[in-house]
């Protein structure tokens, strides 16, 4: 995967996020940019849903964790790749309400 236009908008990108958001979550993606960054020369990702992957498999992450990281990568992905959805939610759980009747 190539990942040039993140370094060449990692600023922007940080820009804008920090227009929508708050400083926590702009650290949050910052670090998350920054891991993609360092990985960019040496990866074998199709897509940002493999970065992720290797991301969260590099320790043993919390849930909440998991899905920190997991919006992070869904907002770099919405900025480089607008229209593409990051990890389509599962909805497999609504499938059948009654079910569990």
Not at 22 to 48: F, G, P, Q
Not at 74 to 99: A, Q
């Amino acid at each position: 995967m190539d990942l040039q236009n993140l370094e060449r908008n990692k600023e922007q990108i940080l820009r804008e996020f920090l227009e929508e958001r708050n400083v926590w979550d702009l650290k949050r993606v910052r670090c998350e940019i920054n891991w993609l960054l360092s990985k960019a020369d040496n990866n074998s990702w199709a897509d940002l849903e493999d970065a992720y992957r290797e991301r969260i498999s590099e320790r043993h992450y919390s849930e909440a964790t998991k899905n920190n990281k997991k919006s992070c990568f869904r907002y770099i992905s919405m900025k480089l790749y607008p229209g593409t959805v990051f990890m389509r939610p599962s909805y497999r759980h609504y499938e059948d309400p009654g079910r569990n009747a």
